[in-house]
């Protein structure tokens, strides 16, 4: 069965930095492409970041610069740094990723910029 925990959201203030991790299990991790979404209040979940097998990224357009998604194939971990945070990052950010038809979350971690 596979799983993603997610872990080091928190409270931070406007302008600085999280990094967010997700450990994944039950599944060949360096196969798989990984994916960070968001979801603020009353707004739908949208995508942040996607990293591929390879390693090769993709980001949101309005999030470059700012946001990094990596990965340690070792540790099964896929990680998110975040810098410069705004409030409008406020959100609750999740693990993703995609087996063939199956589509696997983690519960998610919150992340909360405010002064």
């Known amino acids: 069965q596979v799983q993603l925990v997610e872990s080091g959201g928190g409270l931070v203030q406007p302008g600085g930095s999280l990094r967010l991790s997700c450990v994944a299990s039950?599944?060949?991790?360096?196969?798989?492409?990984m994916n960070w979404y968001r979801q603020a209040p009353g707004k739908e979940r949208e995508l942040v970041a996607v990293?591929?097998?390879?390693?090769?990224?993709n980001y949101r357009d309005s999030l470059k610069g700012r946001f990094t998604i990596s990965r340690d194939n070792a540790k099964n971990t896929v990680y998110l740094q975040m810098n410069s945070l705004k409030p409008e990052d406020t959100a609750v950010y999740y693990c993703?990723?995609?087996?063939?038809?199956?589509?696997?979350w983690g519960k998610g971690t919150l992340v909360t910029v405010s002064s």
């Open positions: 993703n990723t995609k087996l063939g038809m199956a589509d696997y």
């Open positions: 990293i591929s097998s390879g390693g090769s990224t």
């Open positions: 039950g599944m060949i991790f360096r196969l798989y492409a």
